[in-house]
């Protein structure tokens, strides 16, 4: 899943997830090695869907930790595969 982020501290960014409804392989991401500030773009990859918990961070700087909780599907299992027209 494609997932921009944008950093306003110098630093290395350090992306780490885990599943928390069922047992998973550990999150994996990707993003370009940049010591710098501003927009990257980038990418998260989650090896099942299911509640994930992620966690953004700077140097392992505290004021930097960015946490989200986030429900993945997998395509064609989402809200609108069931709906009926």
């Known amino acids: 899943m494609k997932y ?4 306003a501290v110098h ?3 350090e992306i780490k997830g885990h ?4 047992h998973a ?3 994996r ?11 990257i773009p980038g990418e998260l990859i989650f ?8 966690t953004a961070q700077v140097n392992g700087r505290k ?3 960015l946490t989200l909780v986030t429900k993945v599907v997998k395509i064609g299992d989402g809200p ?6």
């Open 29 to 39: 991401s990707w993003y370009p090695d940049s010591d710098g500030v501003g927009g």
């Open 11 to 13: 630093g290395r960014l």
């Open 19 to 22: 599943r928390l409804d069922g």
């Open 25 to 27: 392989s550990a999150l």
């Open 4 to 7: 921009p982020i944008s950093k």
């Open 47 to 54: 090896p099942s869907p299911g509640c994930w918990e992620v």
């Open 80 to 85: 609108d595969a069931r709906a009926e027209f």
């Open 63 to 65: 004021d930097t930790r």
